[in-house]
Nanobody
Framework: VQLQASGGGLVQAGGSLRLTCVCETGGTYNKPAIGWFRQAPGKEREFVAGAWSGGSLFYADSVKGRFTISRDNAKNAVYLQMNDLKPEDTAVYYC???????????????WGKGTQVTVSS
């Protein structure tokens, strides 16, 4: 199973971006839960939002009401729609997968390459 993240870029504060994570399962039927994480310079990687294969969604408090995660199982894709972006959202964003029960960074089994999101003030 491999994850491919894309969609980052430079945007002004208040703007929007949509990130895409494609999960290449290689025919594996068991789809992992997919989450988005981010890491700003000098800070630890943190959970942003997650989508279980069954449809349940979870968000970090810092992005609730601004970010929306969605999952298209037919396309093996997970999206992160980011609205009302703030300079503090600037970070490298990663998608990650797990077959476990929580969203701790240490519990993620699969990681995609990061995509840079930069929000200017």
């Amino acid at each position: 199973v491999q994850l491919q993240a894309s969609g980052g870029g430079l945007v002004q504060a208040g703007g929007s971006l949509r990130l895409t994570c494609v999960c290449e399962t290689g025919g594996t039927y068991n789809k992992p839960a997919i989450g988005w994480f981010r890491q700003a310079p000098g800070k630890e990687r943190e959970f942003v939002a997650g989508a279980w294969s069954g449809g349940s969604l979870f968000y970090a408090d810092s992005v609730k009401g601004r970010f929306t995660i969605s999952r298209d199982n037919a396309k093996n894709a997970v999206y992160l729609q980011m609205n009302d972006l703030k300079p503090e959202d600037t970070a490298v964003y990663y998608c990650a997968g797990t077959y476990g029960a929580n969203w701790a960074v240490s519990d993620m089994l699969l990681w995609g390459k990061g995509t840079q999101v930069t929000v200017s003030s």
